[in-house]
């Protein structure tokens, strides 16, 4: 059984800065693509960045340039650095391995005007 633990949500205002982390625990070697997706209230949830094992990226169009997906292999780990913090990125972020095959439990960004 594989589990992704999230942590570094919160509140923040317009303009700031937040950093997201992803651990991956439990019977797994090694992951192939991590991903952090979002989630708004009444909306679909949607890809905000992927990273694959070896450190190719892709971002969706409203965040690049403002946010940095990375990884930690030996750690079995992923961040997110998010920068330029907008309202619109308020969500629940929720980190994901094995493609889509595994997801964490998700974390609150709230982003002030």
């Known amino acids: 059984q594989v589990q992704l633990v999230e942590s570094g949500g919160g509140l923040v205002q317009t303009g700031g800065s937040l950093r997201l982390s992803c651990v991956a625990t439990?019977?797994?070697?090694?992951?192939?693509?991590m991903g952090w997706y979002r989630q708004a209230p009444g909306k679909q949830r949607e890809l905000v960045a992927t990273?694959?094992?070896?450190?190719?990226?892709n971002y969706a169009d409203s965040v690049k340039g403002r946010f940095t997906i990375s990884r930690d292999n030996n750690k079995k780990s992923a961040y997110l650095e998010m920068n330029t913090l907008k309202p619109e990125d308020t969500a629940v972020y929720y980190c994901?391995?094995?493609?889509?095959?595994?997801w964490g439990q998700g974390t609150q960004v709230t982003v002030s005007s």
């Open positions: 994901a391995a094995g493609g889509t095959t595994y």
């Open positions: 439990g019977s797994i070697f090694k992951i192939n693509t």
């Open positions: 990273i694959t094992m070896d450190s190719r990226t």
